[in-house]
């Protein structure tokens, strides 16, 4: 299969179909092409990319944004549009916010976004049989390492996380020591609840091959948080690819790849290729 990053089209890709997982409007990302995201998230949906016939393999995508608010083509769309040339269905999540207004005048409580992910489960497991794979950015690869450690019909066969805040984060293992909290308080519960990658928390232990692409120098996202994985991986006889390349910035996608983090989608691709072969 191919391995490079398709060229961006000059207009915002049109989803095959968008589907509702909860009540509400349909959300209307701000900004323009390639660089809109979600600041208020209506209800929860799923943008379905669909790559060409016959498909191998679906993939449930989570774009970050820090549970503020969304990064919908960067770490999304663009993600999407990636595994489509993969021969992989895509199905970009966009989740609602812990902490943030409802529409009956109170917040989401802290897990709305493993709330509305186990929606986007459910709608997954109602299709025709096909391998599925979870894959996240960023806040994105946090709730991508929550969704693999779930009990749930929907298998997926592996996980894909890259600069992710995915346990150190957590008020007992925060790195760098002494950090604070994140506010809203929703927000710094669900790091709290589902630290990924934390031998003394085996909830949170994923049961599949998992896929890490990090930066060493991350200010944003110390790269401890895959430190953590990978020891805890090593500990409990779990499988991780782990690649920390030197200089890359926080964010950088399938974008900012001028180091040589620009290997790593190529390194994902054949991730990708031995876990649906396994």
């Known amino acids: 299969m191919p391995n490079a990053t398709p060229a961006l089209p000059v207009e915002a890709p049109l989803p095959d179909r968008v589907i509702a997982l909860s009540d ?28 060409p016939a016959p498909a191998r393999a679906r993939a449930l995508v989570y774009g970050g944004g820090g549970y503020i608010h969304l990064v919908h083509d960067k770490e999304g769309v663009e993600v999407a549009l990636w595994l489509n040339a993969q021969g992989i269905d895509a199905y970009v999540l966009t989740h609602r916010m812990p902490g943030q207004a409802d529409a009956d005048g109170g917040v989401w ?3 709305i976004a493993l709330t509305d992910g186990l929606k986007a489960l459910d709608y997954l497991a109602s299709l025709a049989p096909l391998p599925l ?3 996240g950015l960023s806040s994105g690869g946090h709730l991508a390492g929550v969704m693999a450690c779930q009990d749930h019909s929907q298998k997926a066969k592996g996980a894909l996380i890259a600069y992710a805040p995915i346990n150190a984060n957590h008020r007992d ?35 599949m091959p998992v896929f890490l692409a990090y930066a060493l120098h991350d200010q944003v996202v110390p790269v401890d948080h895959a430190l953590n994985l990978i020891k ?20 950088f996608a399938l974008r900012e790849l ?15 290729d031995k876990v649906l072969a396994g």
């Open 133 to 135: 794979l979870h894959v």
């Open 173 to 207: 293992y925060k790195a760098p020591a002494g950090k604070p909290d994140y506010p809203p308080a929703e927000k710094q519960a669900f790091y709290d609840a589902w630290p990924i990658g934390i031998t003394a928390e085996p909830h949170g232990i994923p049961r």
């Open 24 to 51: 509400g409007a349909a959300n209307a990302p701000e900004a323009a092409w390639p660089d809109r995201i979600h600041k208020r998230i209506t209800r929860a949906e799923m943008s379905v990319f669909l790559a």
């Open 109 to 111: 409580p802290y897990d």
């Open 258 to 272: 001028d180091g040589t983090h620009d290997q790593w989608p190529s390194l994902a691709a054949r991730w990708i």
């Open 232 to 251: 805890a991986m090593q500990q409990t006889g779990g499988e991780v690819d782990a690649h920390i390349f030197p200089q890359a910035p926080h964010g």
